[in-house]
């Protein structure tokens, strides 16, 4: 596709379920980019992919998350044990250059994001 | 401290006027500056970009930088209604393999 592409769209989950968030990046794209957005409030950035390697989880809130691209294209973000402060969207970014490249590294193209509610 | 700080607004501008939109950050050795913007319900996109100190003119949108007060700014001419947004303010921090961002300026634009 033209641009990256997230699913599902919306997904409630009851506290305590595990859900996985799929993010398609645009074709060729070497990093790959997950960020969590609360209401109100800019972009959180959880883990960052170059190619299959994930070079920074540092934003990862808790071992229930876990994120993987094991192929370099597709990524998968998944939550276990869902809790409510879990609730939120997240935005998936893909850029055209490796984040070494300082200057251009900031060029991401977001997805349209996963809105997850945990009741 | 923030890494990186906006006033969240609301803003209001009545149309035709400029929109001036305030970012600081606290690393000293971030290397480049994005703004992004953000339509209510949709993801974020790029706007514009800046890396050397001094002005960035991009159509109706100029970016400002000054690595010495650690402040970026961005202007808008002639604001028109489809302006309004929250506007993103984002650093690449040196060393860091993330672009951090701040919480957003939500703009509105009085017709």
């Known amino acids: 596709g033209a641009g990256v592409s997230q699913s599902p769209r919306y997904k409630v989950a009851k506290r305590g379920q595990d859900v996985a968030l799929r993010c398609d990046p645009i074709?060729?794209?070497?990093?790959l980019f997950w960020y969590q957005q609360a209401l109100g409030q800019g972009p959180e950035f959880l883990t960052y992919?170059?190619?299959?390697?994930?070079?920074?989880k540092s934003g990862l809130p808790s071992d229930r998350f876990f994120a993987e691209r094991p192929e370099g294209s597709v990524s998968t973000l998944k939550i276990q044990r869902t809790q409510q402060e879990d609730s939120a969207v997240y935005l998936c970014?893909?850029?055209?250059?490796?984040?070494?490249?300082?200057?251009?590294?900031?060029?991401?193209?977001f997805g349209e994001g996963s809105r997850l509610t945990v009741l | 401290q923030k890494e990186v700080e906006q006033n969240s607004g609301p803003l209001s501008v009545p149309e035709g006027a400029i929109a001036s939109l305030n970012c600081t950050y606290s690393?000293?050795?971030?290397?480049?500056f994005f703004w992004y913007r953000q339509y209510s319900g949709k993801s974020p996109e790029l706007i514009m970009f800046?890396?050397?100190?001094g002005d960035k003119e991009d159509g109706r949108f100029t970016a400002q930088l000054n690595k010495a007060s650690q402040y970026v700014s961005l202007l808008i001419r002639d604001s028109q209604p489809s302006d309004s947004a929250t506007y993103l303010c984002?650093?690449?921090?040196?060393?860091?393999?993330?672009?951090?961002f701040g919480t957003g300026t939500r703009l509105t634009i009085i017709p």
């Open positions: 992919f170059q190619n299959e390697a994930q070079l920074d």
């Open positions: 970014a893909s850029s055209s250059y490796a984040m070494w490249d300082r200057v251009l590294a900031g060029e991401l193209f």
């Open positions: 800046i890396y050397s100190n």
């Open positions: 984002a650093v690449n921090n040196f060393g860091n393999e993330k672009l951090t």
């Open positions: 690393d000293r050795g971030s290397q480049s």
């Open positions: 074709s060729g794209h070497v990093s």
